[in-house]
């Protein structure tokens, strides 16, 4: 059972270059979300979606842009890397909208030059 | 001031000991918490979830709620090298403006 798969794991990026971050859960969930994960500021939601369909901001949403391509398929954009944005990104997904368990990725780790 | 506020560690105690790990929060509009267990390089897990106030037990685990005074804790009883990972606390809000809001998580190690 694969639970959230995310692609790439690893990434580096000069600044200026955009890249798409994917993810998707094979757990029939509703709602999935991003995160940023800083050493010292803990986990960041960037953006969610509550269902198929829709697309929410969370705390921290500048540079980025998100898909949910369908109901397992939730992607990040980052159009325009900035040094700023190097982080690890996680992708999860939960049955319904920050409630009950949240099932995690194993993370994306971007690097911006 | 941050909503949630937790210890970032490192914490490092011998096997055997009893760790705490806390957190405090400043809104009283959360209702359920939980903590994560996150080891190096992975993504965090569910380690336990409660809503009211008192413990909840699960094996040498326990979490503790104590709302009056917006504090929780996780208690590791008999720690083993196994438990060494980083802790996150994250409280729900679901009434009107759904949220969840993580800790910053703290780093324990255990030592054999």
């Known amino acids: ?113 | 001031q941050k909503e949630v506020e937790q210890d970032p560690g490192p914490l490092s105690v011998p096997e055997g000991a009893i760790v705490s790990l806390n957190c405090t929060y400043s809104n009283s509009a959360f209702q359920y918490f939980m903590w994560y267990r996150q080891y190096s390089r992975k993504g965090p897990e569910l380690l336990m979830y409660t809503y009211s106030s008192g413990n909840k037990e699960d094996g040498r685990f326990t979490a503790q709620v104590d709302k009056s005074s917006k504090y929780i804790s996780l208690f590791i009883r008999d720690s083993q090298p196994s438990d060494s990972a980083t802790y996150l606390c994250a409280m729900i809000i679901i009434q009107g403006a759904q949220k969840l809001v993580f800790g910053q998580g703290t780093r324990l190690t255990i030592n054999p």
């Open chain 1, 1 to 113: 059972n694969a639970g959230v798969t995310q692609t790439p794991k690893f990434q580096v990026l000069k600044t200026g270059q955009s890249m798409t971050l994917q993810c998707a859960q094979d757990m029939n969930h509703n709602s999935m979300y991003w995160y940023r994960q800083d050493p010292g500021m803990g986990l960041r939601l960037i953006y969610y979606s509550a269902s198929e369909g829709t697309t929410d901001k969370g705390e921290v949403p500048n540079g980025y842009n998100v898909s949910r391509l369908n109901k397992r398929e939730f992607s990040l954009r980052l159009e325009s890397a900035a040094p700023s944005q190097t982080s690890v990104y996680f992708c999860a997904s939960s049955d319904t909208l920050f409630t009950g368990e949240l099932f995690f990725g194993e993370g994306s780790r971007l690097t911006v030059l």
